[in-house]
């Protein structure tokens, strides 16, 4: 069975960062692309980084590029979301997603399988 959990989030002051953590059972996520989205009310899964297994290159949404951080740990079957000058507008639910096509886009419908989700809130 497979199960992506994601753990990290919490509530931090604008300017602040977080880490967020993707650990992976039943898949190993050295073989997918491995992508953070983050999920608003009333709006879709918004991609923000990915990883890609096959030459270990990353993408970034726009708005997060310079101030957000992907890696990979295959040691420990996991990835990160270093996120630093935290702002309010990335305030939401994140969800890590394996894609096994290794298309290395943020698209979540390429992505076969989800973790729940952790909230991020940055407010004052």
């Known amino acids: 069975q497979v199960q992506l959990v994601e753990s990290g989030g919490g509530l ?4 602040g960062s977080l880490r967020l953590s993707c650990a992976a059972s039943g898949i190993r996520l050295g073989s997918y692309t491995v992508g953070w989205f983050r999920q608003v009310p009333g ?10 297994r096959s030459d ?19 040691a420990k079957n996991s990835v990160y979301l270093q996120m630093t000058n935290l702002k309010p507008e990335d305030t939401g639910v994140y969800y890590c997603g394996a894609d096994p096509l290794d298309l ?3 698209n979540e419908e390429v992505y076969d399988h989800w973790g729940q989700g952790t909230q ?5």
């Open 12 to 15: 931090v002051q604008p300017g």
């Open 43 to 52: 709006k879709g899964r918004e991609g923000v980084a990915c990883f890609s």
């Open 56 to 74: 270990s290159s990353t993408r970034y949404e726009n708005t997060v590029q310079g101030r957000f951080t992907i890696s990979s740990d295959n």
């Open 104 to 106: 290395a886009i943020l």
């Open 120 to 124: 991020v809130t940055v407010s004052s």
